[in-house]
Nanobody, 123 residues
Framework: QVQLVESGGGLVQAGGSLRLSCAAS????????VGWFRRAPGKEREFVAA????????SYADSVKGRFTISRDNAKNTVYLQLNSLKPEDTAVYYC????????????????WGQGTQVTVST
């Protein structure tokens, strides 16, 4: 059974930082592209960032480019999302997702999803 478990969310002031983690089990993690998405209240889910199997290729939404950094540790079956210079508009539930296809690093179809972790940025 595939499980993706996010952690690291919380309440932070604008300009602050958080590091989200996504721990995977039940799949060959090193053969999975992993992405982060978010859903803000009243809005549709949107792509945030993705990282290739090896970690050599990354992709970011324009709204987070330069502020967020995605990375992975395949030995720990974990992907991270470092959130810096947070803004109130970054408030959302953040989800990680795994994609088995070897093609495409970005806002494509993902096969498995976590339950999400809440990030709230106050003014």
């Amino acid at each position: 059974q595939v499980q993706l478990v996010e952690s690291g969310g919380g309440l932070v002031q604008a300009g602050g930082s958080l590091r989200l983690s996504c721990a995977a089990s039940g799949l060959t993690f090193s053969r999975s592209t992993v992405g982060w998405f978010r859903r803000a209240p009243g809005k549709e889910r949107e792509f945030v960032a993705a990282i290739s199997r090896s970690g050599g290729t990354t992709s970011y939404a324009d709204s987070v480019k330069g502020r967020f950094t995605i990375s992975r540790d395949n030995a720990k079956n974990t992907v991270y999302l470092q959130l810096n210079s947070l803004k109130p508009e970054d408030t959302a539930v953040y989800y990680c997702a795994a994609r088995l296809s070897p093609y495409g690093v970005g806002p494509y179809e993902y096969d498995y999803w976590g339950q999400g972790t809440q990030v709230t940025v106050s003014t």
